[in-house]
């Protein structure tokens, strides 16, 4: 019998780290959802303490999901773990994850503590969290850099204090995956009481190495690995989810264990995922990219036909390409439209919800001759508004004709209030773009703005990901539509209703 190697999905806590990731929590139940589906093992929902808007995502995600365990992070601090424990009274079952920093550096720098003083927080933690949940997770923050026979002392004693689960970072992608499997290998070989916990990796991929790191760890008996959808998280980001169980499922001749993933899921989150939070997936990235089960060589495509094995090492239907695809048009009726959502991870609250989308459907359908799945889940993404959405697009006209300089002519609803101004510019989106921040003053910076379109066809829908950056504060913005001007109204208004919301929120790791 193969071990179980345990799947800790980090999405919504590291991967909403990303600048211009953050999640509504609305958003994150859709996530966490599609997680469920998944058979994520562990879904960390957030970060409690960090803001009233986190603790209430990860409280809504506690009660909104049944088959996953659900972890809310927590530091080595009394009121980070109360918050964690009070976030996650709703959840069928629960953990809370407490760290603490333990590399010289960030002892000395960052926590100004001495050593012995580190272990006495950690077991205090460890101790506290205990009083919510049986199930305790303790990472050394920075462990990749510490010494290792500190972390033989501080793990033991975490041990000993109730931690079940040990997770091992390399928080800053610094090491090599030799190296990082010998870690923890050492770590499982020299603390005495190893045997009473579940060793886990949560790996960075500032150097280009997350997934071979946590699988380097996994050959050397790690059976957790802290990862995230498309590899989103700070930086260069974190250990791809898909990658890592792909690469152990396809390669269980070199592995002893294997994960409880329902990997035809896969696909339907990375888009979710994407669509969300703005940052798109590269075409030849590896198992959800456009490219990934695509052949254009000659040579290629002959084998293909002759047998698939001959190029491929798994089946593009396994991880979710072309599998119950369904194409939906004007005739659909709405519990067709309705069921389908279903499948693809949207369930509605209210009635009204459902009409609304339901609306938007009818009246794409008679733009577009087919639609698919992925114009569903960005119809879905284009109604979900903020709580707190103060601006609306109310019309928008762009005039663009050859040797004449465009101009648009846009009016707003800016809290309850109808504002209309029309402004030129270099080009149709160019003079909206303008027109927009004209009426609404933001003082923004864009950062990025870039457009893909969702299916093929001249009649797609067009997906636009604007950036904004106003103070050190990054957001990001999408809108769909048929058309690619008002596609990038939307975004726009969208990443500006996003900025003017009020955020204190807090870091993990301040």
Request: charged residues 25%; hydrophobic residues 40%.
């Amino acid at each position: 019998m193969s071990d179980k190697l345990i799947i800790f999905d980090t999405t919504l806590r590291d991967g909403e780290q990303s600048p211009g990731a953050s999640m509504t929590k609305d958003e994150k139940v859709r996530i966490a959802k599609s997680l469920e589906r998944m058979n994520v093992d562990i879904i960390e929902a957030g970060f409690p303490i960090a803001s009233v808007g986190d603790f209430e995502s990860v409280q809504a995600v506690a009660n909104a999901v049944s088959d996953s365990r659900i972890c809310g992070l927590a530091r080595a601090l009394d009121n980070d773990i109360d918050r964690a424990g009070e976030a996650l009274k709703g959840a069928n079952a629960s953990r809370i994850h407490t760290f603490i920093a333990t590399s010289p550096i960030h002892m000395e720098m960052k926590l100004r503590m001495t050593p012995d003083q580190v272990i006495e927080n950690a077991v205090k933690a460890v101790k506290r969290a205990r009083r919510y949940t049986d199930d305790v997770e303790f990472s050394p923050e920075d462990a990749g850099r510490s010494e290792p026979e500190f972390l033989y002392r501080i793990l033991e004693a975490v041990i000993d204090a109730g931690a079940t689960t040990l997770n091992i970072p390399d928080t800053v992608g610094y090491n090599l995956p030799h190296q990082f499997g010998q870690l923890i290998y050492n770590l499982r070989e020299n603390i005495p009481n190893s045997d009473k916990a579940i060793f886990s990796v949560h790996c960075h991929n500032d150097l280009g190495l997350a997934v071979a790191n946590s699988l380097s760890a996994v050959l050397n008996g790690a059976r957790q690995v802290e990862c995230t959808i498309n590899g989103l998280g700070e930086r260069a980001g974190n250990a791809a989810i898909e990658e890592v169980v792909m690469a152990v499922r396809t390669r269980q001749d070199m592995f002893d264990c294997d994960t409880n993933i329902d990997t035809t899921q896969i696909l339907a989150a990375s888009r979710l995922v994407s669509g969300i939070t703005g940052f798109a997936v590269q075409p030849n990235k590896a198992i959800v990219g456009a490219n990934a089960f695509a052949h254009e060589s000659g040579i290629h495509q002959d084998g293909v036909l002759k047998n698939r094995e001959t190029y491929e090492i798994m089946r593009a239907e396994d991880v979710g390409w072309n599998a119950n695809r369904m194409v939906m048009g004007k005739h659909s009726g709405r519990n067709a439209f309705k069921d389908r959502l279903k499948q693809l991870g949207t369930e509605f609250e209210t009635e009204a919800e459902l009409n609304e989308v339901f609306r938007k459907f009818k009246a794409l359908a008679d733009k577009k001759h087919e639609i698919f799945d992925e114009d569903l889940q960005a119809l879905v993404s284009d109604t979900v508004t903020l709580d707190n959405e103060r601006i609306s697009l109310t019309s928008l006209k762009v005039c663009s004709e050859t040797g004449e300089t465009p101009v648009a002519s846009v009016t707003l609803c800016i809290d309850s209030e109808e504002k209309q101004v029309e402004v030129a510019g270099s080009g149709p989106v160019d003079a909206a773009l303008r027109a927009i921040e004209e009426l609404v003053q933001s003082k923004t910076e864009l950062q990025l703005y870039s457009v893909n379109n969702i299916t093929s066809g001249t009649d797609s829908q067009g997906e636009v990901n604007v950036r904004l950056e106003k103070g050190g504060r990054i957001v990001s913005g999408q809108g769909s539509d048929t058309d690619i001007v008002i596609a990038s109204a939307k975004a726009y208004i969208n990443a500006l209703n996003k900025i003017l919301v009020s955020v204190d929120r807090a870091h993990p790791q301040v």
